[in-house]
């Protein structure tokens, strides 16, 4: 059975498993492709948009007689991959020929195919974001943790994806105490248990459609692999399970199995959790078989230095002994390598008896990094009775500081003794951790003391230590100005961390350095560095260092003008803080909602973190919120944005001290005081450029533009100000700068463009423009309507026809001076000069108040005169026939990358220009150049859709130009040959037949039916 184009139908569920898919690279390049997975992945579906377009034969089985016709030859939903067949088939059909197969099932492991290409789980799996936009549109769920839950339970597997978001959107009777919106600290363990109960259509779907495809043997490996994590092909040898090396390699390549992290740097794989789930409820093993398995597991576990695995096994087996043991030994590792959570609930399940204060200490760290800070306190706080020694104060300190309080850590570290001989890794941390506390205050003395004194412990206590000694010198070297040995210890604290195994440590790490690259301009690099280290966190479940991650990928996505996403970050920060709040995210929000004009929004938001940040001391996230706040109460109350923006500069330091100033400007230059604005962008341009901050280098910058009295000085200032933020790639500012820079006084054609450009984004994003003098456009295309600060004017608005037509004859000389007698002889034909001169006046003098009620410019802002003539400054008004010139011309000058420049200019293009008046002789010359400039613009969309082989767009622009000029004999032929290469032979046939009827009326021999 085959089919012809677009392949067979798709059931709706399958359908939608693709749809947020898109984008990807198109990967059939190869003779043979084979797409290989298990029945869900959406496999037939990528095979469709892939070759969306193309010709196409799809069969449900290998064609005995090879290729019939078609592009491409599609063998679609194989139980098992034929490699014998699709060997015969590829030596019948040639070289030439491209074939796709799509198989539950990989090619045997012993198959050699010419040219066979193989795509498999990974190139299909629904991305985290993919599946918070399927969670989100199909099944209204937008809580981020259940999106990410989600994502982690099912592999990104679509079909699990959208039976999972069905199953909680639907609220069924066994997940009656499981809400939509799963918390942060619901086990993964129990969501998947209900999520896979028998009974659920997910449970059904993996039995009957997964499981089923695969033989006896695989079933049984995979009712043993659901009791381990991780696995590899060793770990199935040593236990006996499974022809190991054959059987992981089909589980893996179908994807079953996915590829997780091993701290011994082997390849490591897991079970999906949700599959896991369902063979743990569907195929039990014997308790027997089950303990057996557990016990042989948990020792090669140990002996394979994997303390998690080893602790899950030992629990399973209810070995409450063995549990204990390899806590005491490895529980620090097993935290360090990801497996928090893991550790935590281990030591609560312990009996009271074997709950030693090494366990608590232990336990109390496992809730630290998980941001469980209350419950750490309830277990670390009473262990002081016992006395502060350096292994408890650097526990107890460090949630003080994750919590943003650094007054109440810096009080546990002073009452911290080092009696005896320290352990020195404990010591290293403790002086680590107390650094940082001092760095939160914005104390440089005290953090390069302790910086120093955990250096010199942690040379001694192993590459953690000494990676945590590092960080605290890159806080000290951030605070003193010094960049490049941020950036340095740095890059050392970060490949300690790697080489210990330590992954807890390196989303610290990760997370400050993207810091550092925010503080220098470097958004897209802070962007990729922030998401890395947010990545980390929530793979090694250190939830701690989650929220900084995120708000730095927020502050980047902001300057890059990507506002949503960084308001989802923001909002989801905030959701893990219900409880006591946190300055940084909200400062975040403020600064979103001030750029969009929310002013309210904004200052709630500002204020609320400025009592948080004041609370807890933490001058690191005070002054960015006093800055924020001082920028939005400025127009309701300057004196009291003058005392914050003061309050900002005093309490900064180090690299903050650039943006305070700069603020301190801003307010002076909002309340006319330029002088000392002027003052204060000179003086934050030294600390801007010692620390590297490119982007307080940029907004002195703008500061200084807009405080010049100079006019050229504020517009080198203002060009130096665009190049910086261009270097730091942040979008947004960017388009801030090209807005204002396209409506000064002699702004280029391509300046005016690029405004225009700029705006259009701005307002996508939400941003206002706030205009800086009377907004005036006139519309010339297809009629004549002068608008004024947005309000279109009525014809009792002309108290003079003339003065009206005065208008009309300046835009048809594009800026160009008219002479006041040929004014006056399109104007008053015949008239006498005397008389004419005075009428004249009153005309100018009309259009002047027309255009500038409220007399806010000067009067000759927009309409210019001396030397006896008359101009219309078009830098000044907006006017549509010369924004389809700029846009077509400059799309036209670039067509294969100005294509949406064209179609913009295309829909500008609403009619000639003032086609209510086609015969005054004034208005002809423009006429004439904006209809063929349109025609161009047509004709190169359509040539551009020809060459895409896209028949829709070719045939709608090759109407649109018939539309215009219907004897366009290039346009009518093309139309013809297109419709019919699509198989649209009536369609081909009309369009000849009116291409005949042109032509014969201008007397044109015509050509050929194509």
């Known amino acids: 059975m085959s089919h012809r184009q677009g392949g067979p139908a798709v059931p709706p569920a399958r359908r939608r498993e693709v749809r947020v898919a898109r984008g990807t690279a198109m990967p059939l390049t190869a003779r043979c492709t084979a797409v290989v997975a298990a029945a869900g992945y959406g ?7 892939w070759l969306r377009g193309a ?21 679609d939903d194989l139980r098992a991959f034929p490699a014998g067949q699709v060997r015969l088939l590829l030596d019948r059909t040639g070289p030439a020929a491209k074939v796709v197969i799509v198989s539950r099932l990989p090619p045997p492991g012993g198959a050699r195919l010419p040219g066979l290409r193989v795509l498999g789980p990974a190139d299909l799996a629904l991305s985290a974001a993919a599946v918070a936009a399927v969670l989100g549109r199909e099944y209204g769920i937008r809580d981020a943790s259940t999106t990410r839950q989600v994502h982690a339970l099912t592999a990104g597997w679509p079909a699990l994806v959208h039976l999972a978001g069905g199953q909680l959107s639907a609220g069924a009777s066994m997940l009656a105490d499981l809400p939509a919106e799963l918390p942060t600290d619901l086990p993964a363990e129990l969501v998947a248990a209900r999520l896979a109960a028998p009974g659920t259509a997910l449970a059904g779907f993996v039995r009957t459609e997964v499981l089923a495809a695969f033989p006896p043997a695989i079933c049984r490996l995979l009712a043993d692999l659901a009791h381990l994590d991780p696995v590899d092909a060793e770990l199935c040898g040593a236990l006996g399970i499974g022809r190991a090396e054959r059987d992981l390699d089909v589980l893996v390549r179908t994807g079953l199995l996915v590829p997780c992290a091993s701290p ?9 959790p949700l599959v896991g789930a369902v063979l743990l409820a569907c195929r039990p093993l014997p308790v027997p078989a089950r303990r057996r398995l557990l016990r042989q597991a948990a020792a090669w576990y140990e002996h394979a ?20 043991g390899v806590l005491l030994t490895d529980g620090e590792r097993a935290i360090a390598n990801g497996s928090a959570p893991l550790v935590a609930e281990a030591v609560r399940g312990l009996p009271q008896a074997l709950r030693c204060r090494r366990l608590r200490l232990l336990l109390g760290q496992a809730l630290t990094v998980t941001g469980r800070y209350e419950e ?9 009775e016992q006395g502060m020694d350096a292994a408890l104060a650097w526990r107890l300190g460090s949630v003080h500081c994750l919590r943003a309080r650094p007054h109440e850590a810096i009080e546990v570290f002073g009452k911290a003794h080092l009696s005896g001989v320290p352990d020195p890794a404990e010591e290293a941390m403790l002086h680590s951790w107390h650094a940082t506390a001092h760095w939160l205050t914005g104390d440089p003395a005290a953090c390069g003391d302790l910086a120093a004194r955990a250096f010199s412990a942690g040379t001694a206590a192993g590459p953690a230590a000494e990676a945590a000694a590092h960080t605290a010198l890159a806080l000290h070297a951030m605070l003193s100005g010094d960049p490049a040995g941020d950036a340095e210890h740095h890059e050392r604290a970060l490949r300690l961390a790697e080489r210990a195994g330590d992954l807890v440590q390196a989303a610290r790490i990760r997370t400050s350095r993207s810091g550092l690259l925010l503080d220098e301009g470097e958004y897209a690099e802070a962007l990729a560095e922030a998401l890395a280290a947010a990545a980390l966190a929530e793979v090694c479940a250190a939830r701690a260092y989650l929220p900084g991650a995120l708000c730095n990928a927020a502050e980047a996505l902001t300057a890059m003008g990507r506002l949503d996403e960084a308001t989802g970050h923001l909002e989801y920060v905030l959701s893990l803080h219900q409880r006591d709040g946190s300055a940084r995210p909200l400062t975040g929000l403020g600064d979103i909602h001030r750029l969009r004009g929310q002013r309210q929004l904004a200052q709630a938001a500002y204020e609320e973190a400025v009592r948080i940040a004041e609370s807890a001391g933490n001058r690191q996230a005070l002054v ?12 309701d109350d300057p004196e009291a944005a003058e005392r914050l923006a003061a309050r900002a500069a005093s309490a900064s330091g180090g690299r903050r001290a650039a943006r305070a100033l700069v603020v301190r400007g801003r307010v002076a230059a909002l309340t006319g005081d330029l002088e000392r604005a002027l003052r204060a962008a000179r003086q934050a341009t030294e600390p801007a450029r010692r620390h590297h901050d490119k982007a307080a280098l940029a907004e002195a910058l703008e500061l200084r533009a807009a405080a010049e009295r100079d006019p050229a000085q504020a517009r080198l200032a203002l060009a130096e100000a665009l190049a910086t933020w261009q270097v730091t790639g942040a979008l947004l500012h960017v388009d801030r700068l090209r807005a204002v820079r396209g409506h000064l006084p002699r702004a280029t054609s391509a300046e005016r463009l690029a405004a225009r450009q700029a705006a259009e984004r701005l307002q996508a994003a939400g941003v206002p423009l706030t205009p800086v003098s009377p907004v005036v456009t006139v519309r010339t295309l297809g009629g004549f309507e002068v608008v004024v600060d947005g309000v ?5 608005a002309w108290q003079s026809r003339k003065a009206r037509g005065l208008l009309r004859i300046l835009v048809s000389r594009r800026g160009r001076a008219v002479a006041r007698e040929e004014i006056a002889e399109f104007l008053w034909p015949g008239e006498e000069p005397a008389r004419v001169a005075h009428r004249m006046s009153v005309a100018l003098s009309v259009l002047r108040s027309v255009l500038d009620p409220g007399r806010r410019v000067a009067a000759d802002h927009f309409v210019r005169t001396g030397s006896g003539a008359v101009a219309l400054d078009t830098s000044q008004v907006g006017i549509d026939v010369e924004t389809f010139l700029e846009e077509a011309e400059y799309g036209l000058s670039r067509p294969e990358h100005g294509r949406a420049l064209l179609i913009a200019a295309e829909r500008r293009y609403t009619g000639d220009f003032l086609e209510d008046e086609p015969y005054e002789e004034w208005s002809g010359a423009v006429r004439e150049l904006a209809r063929a400039t349109y025609l161009r613009v047509v004709r190169t969309l359509a040539d551009l859709a020809l060459d895409a082989a896209d028949v829709d767009d070719a045939a709608r622009w090759l109407l649109r130009i018939l539309g215009r000029d219907h004897y366009d004999e290039r346009s009518h032929l093309d139309l013809v040959r297109v419709l019919r290469s699509a198989g649209r032979h009536g369609e081909a046939r009309r369009a000849y037949e009116r291409y005949l009827a042109a032509m014969r009326a201008i007397d044109v021999p015509p050509a050929r039916e194509p």
């Open 305 to 324: 230095g994997l303390p998690a695995a080893a602790i899950t096994a030992h629990r399973g087996l209810g070995d409450h002994a063995a549990c204990a």
């Open 264 to 272: 011994t740097g082997r390849a490591a794989y897991r079970l999906v």
């Open 43 to 49: 496999k037939t579906e990528a095979v469709r948009r």
């Open 792 to 796: 279109p004017l009525p014809p009792s």
């Open 376 to 384: 750490a306190l309830a277990v670390l706080v009473p262990l002081a």
């Open 55 to 75: 010709s196409v034969n799809w069969h449900s089985r290998v064609p005995p007689e090879g290729r019939d016709g078609g592009d491409w030859l599609v063998i």
């Open 624 to 635: 960015p919120a006093l800055c924020g706040l001082a920028l939005v109460v400025h127009q």
